[in-house]
């Protein structure tokens, strides 16, 4: 009998110093982002491999961005992928971004619009969780906050440089960073089946 509400003691504390780690953890201003962000080096294409969508329309599947830097030194892409915009209507769109800086490297807003009118467009923050640019890089957008600063509603792309996948070897810390901005086991697989490419 002891024992078994020491267990339970044991047990609310460990439960409350969790809850309490989350919270503080979930502070989407503490998320951690890619020290000195090189936007050289993360230029070109990228496939998305898994994603967590917003509340909102997002890409479905067969999803990649190709980015580039513009004529005024600014990191633009353009992100293709598959939407189902009426029931049984797959359809591939394509949308255009360009990337405005902060003060953090890392941290971006990001002005984007559909190509075609019926798709959203709008001002998001964007920011590179972490990548090391020749295989994986992980993005996170918070669309809207909670009173604690927590989110109520974001995505996140994970990236691969190779359409058929991540190596192995990234696994862990991809993993890893989306347990730190609060995602952990929420994101889908994205197929790929050559679809939208151009
Ligand atoms: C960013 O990367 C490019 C290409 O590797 C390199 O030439 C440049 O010096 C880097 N910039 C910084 C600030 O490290
Ligand atoms: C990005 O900039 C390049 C170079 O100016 C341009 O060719 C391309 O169309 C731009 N892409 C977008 C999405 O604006
Ligand atoms: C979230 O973190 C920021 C930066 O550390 C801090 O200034 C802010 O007070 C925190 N917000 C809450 C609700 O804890």
Redesign the pocket.
């Given at each position: 009998m002891l024992a078994e509400v020491k267990i339970l003691g044991l047990s609310l504390v460990l439960i409350s110093i969790c809850h309490c780690y989350a919270?503080?953890n979930c502070?989407?201003?503490?998320f951690p982002v890619k020290e000195n962000f090189n936007k050289t080096r993360y230029l070109g294409r990228w496939y998305a491999m898994a994603k967590k969508s917003p509340d909102s329309i997002f890409l479905e599947d067969n999803i990649y961005a190709d980015f580039a830097q513009d004529d005024q030194g600014f990191m633009n892409a353009t992100a293709r992928g598959r939407v189902t915009l009426l029931e049984n209507w797959p359809t591939c769109v394509q949308m255009l971004g360009k990337f405005l800086e902060t003060s953090n490297p890392a941290k971006f807003k990001l002005k984007y619009r559909g190509a075609l009118h019926y798709l959203q467009s709008g001002f998001d923050d964007h920011w590179v969780i972490d990548t090391d640019y020749d295989t994986f890089a992980i993005t996170y957008t918070c669309r809207q906050l909670n009173?604690?600063?927590?989110c109520a509603d974001s995505y996140s792309l994970v990236f691969s440089r190779d359409p058929k996948g991540i190596p192995p070897g990234v696994h862990g810390i991809i993993r890893q960073r989306q347990g730190q901005i609060c995602l952990a086991n929420k994101y889908g697989r994205v197929r790929h089946e050559g679809l939208c490419l151009v």
């Open positions: 919270q503080s502070n989407v201003s503490t009173d604690d600063e927590t």
